[in-house]
């Protein structure tokens, strides 16, 4: 005889009400923000802000440091909005946590207005040559100010990671979709803007941003991030990389990686490969490869991927005659079932710029496609894990400074998780730390004189964040 199946749960009502009262007790959901507020403190970025981002003008108020740290807070946390630092600020254990209250929207939000200066955007346009509309703004002191404190960043860091002594720039270029009204169409036709970062790919931090207008081309001087992104990296790298897309085939750029007393970047080879810009005398090129040239550069269930050595010397004479010749390798596409690309085309070809000559053309193929798991990945994680696809006005220095405070708390989390947390989480991206560690219901308590955070975890990660703690050690104020 069949048993009477026994009903889900999930079919009842909830069994409880909902007290109208807040609860007594000083309670927080966001128990594991002081492991981030403690790795911000411990890299000295407090002290970085009040150096470099002097903004106020008088004693009271939040400081500079207070706000920044509550931009970085916001980021890890979720917040994607100005008006999320209000959510922030009924969380009534967290200001007792890290010992400052959260800003107010408005108050964050006057603070981002410092970093846009309306002189500059108006004064760019004026720079133009006849027939060019598209301009990259000066930044004011203060935005120029938050870029360093990303740089001191990275100082601080490079140090306490001392294995890591080679350094990929990965350099590209992201649409921000945007329907504010000062937002200029992208290439792909929407409005938006469209910023340039340089990526630290071992390390998987941020070396350099500049926020862009939706109108300006990637290519439009790229060697501007390229230098910055080179000057961040910290004493205690050896050895130096680049790889770029075909936006960064640009003349000024691809001069400066080859010139080994190149001024404002270090100084010695710095092995590059770059998607080349395909011109006639390329694609040429390619076609006249011999069919027994081209070798598989690994498996794909759809698409035959070739590679081959390609006989290639642009037209322009710009490199030095003591300069050695830069290396193309050819890439070949051919579908497998002797179909038509989506373009009506049976083959595609591409091609890759370098002065690597020791590797073999399918490792230096494949050292090169890497970058989509490094840049690409750093700018879904800005646009989409934080706050960075949303920008918050149509001040284009405030949206700037927006864009730079999500890549601090970006580089922020990847040091705590680099200096203090368990292994198994270095590769988690923020909405995994949110859920593992930032959102942990706590209540705080006080006895024998001191506040005590208890925190609705398991007594073994207990350990780790209090073992955390002790490697994130803060000196005390002076």
């Known amino acids: 005889m069949r048993k009477l199946d026994k009903p889900s749960p999930t079919e009842s009502p909830l069994l409880f009400v909902i007290d109208p009262e807040p609860a007594p007790e000083t309670l927080t959901a966001l128990g594991g923000i002081p492991l981030l507020v403690q790795a911000f403190r411990s890299l000295g970025l407090p002290g970085s802000v009040e150096r470099q981002v002097r903004i106020k003008q008088r004693q009271r108020g939040y400081d500079e440091a207070t706000r920044v740290e509550s931009f970085v807070i916001l980021n890890a946390a979720g917040g994607e909005c100005l008006e999320d630092f209000e959510r922030l600020r009924e969380d009534g254990g967290l200001a007792e946590l890290i010992g400052h209250e959260i800003p107010s929207p408005e108050a964050a939000r006057n603070f981002l207005y410092e970093f846009h200066d309306q002189a500059e955007i108006k004064e760019a346009p004026q720079q133009l040559p006849v027939g060019q ?86 290519q439009m001087e790229p060697l501007n991030v390229a230098k910055a992104a080179f000057a961040a990296l910290p004493p205690t790298v050896e050895t130096f990389y680049y790889r770029g897309d075909s936006a960064c085939h640009e003349t000024g750029l691809v001069n400066w990686l080859r010139n080994e007393e190149r001024e404002e970047g270090p100084k010695g080879f710095i092995g590059f490969a770059i998607s080349a810009r395909m011109s006639e005398g390329l694609h040429a090129a390619l076609l006249a490869v011999p069919a027994e040239a081209w070798q598989s550069t690994g498996e794909d269930p759809e698409v035959i991927r070739e590679c081959a050595e390609v006989a290639y010397v642009p037209s322009e004479k710009t490199e030095k005659k003591d300069q050695q010749p830069l290396r193309y390798v050819g890439i070949r596409l051919r579908k497998r079932q002797g179909e038509l690309f989506g373009d009506g085309t049976a083959v595609k070809h591409f091609a890759v710029v370098s002065n690597i000559w020791e590797w073999s053309a399918p490792r230096l193929l494949e050292w090169h496609r890497q970058k989509a798991g490094t840049i690409e990945m750093v700018h879904d994680i800005l646009k989409n894990d934080l706050a960075a696809g949303v920008l918050p006005c149509g001040r284009f220095g405030a949206n700037a400074a927006w864009l730079r405070l999500a890549v601090l708390a970006h580089n922020v989390m990847t040091a705590l998780k680099r200096l203090a947390l368990p292994p198994e989480l270095l590769s988690a991206r923020p909405k995994r730390l949110r859920f593992l560690i930032f959102n942990t219901a706590g209540r705080l308590v006080r006895h024998a004189r001191q506040m005590v955070l208890r925190l609705a975890a398991q007594r073994e990660r207990l350990a780790e964040w209090i073992e955390a703690l002790r490697l994130l050690w803060v000196p005390a104020p002076s």
């Open 133 to 218: 509309v598209a301009y990259i703004p000066g930044e004011n002191k203060a935005l120029q100010g938050l870029g360093q404190v990303n740089r001191d960043l990275i100082q601080a860091l490079g140090p306490r990671c001392p294995d890591q002594k080679i350094a990929t720039v990965d350099q590209d270029a992201t649409i921000i979709e945007s329907r504010k009204r000062e937002a200029k169409p992208t290439y792909e036709g929407e409005r938006g803007y469209q910023p340039m970062l340089g990526v630290w790919a071992e390390m998987g931090v941020v070396l350099a941003d500049e926020f862009r207008d939706g109108n300006v081309p990637a």
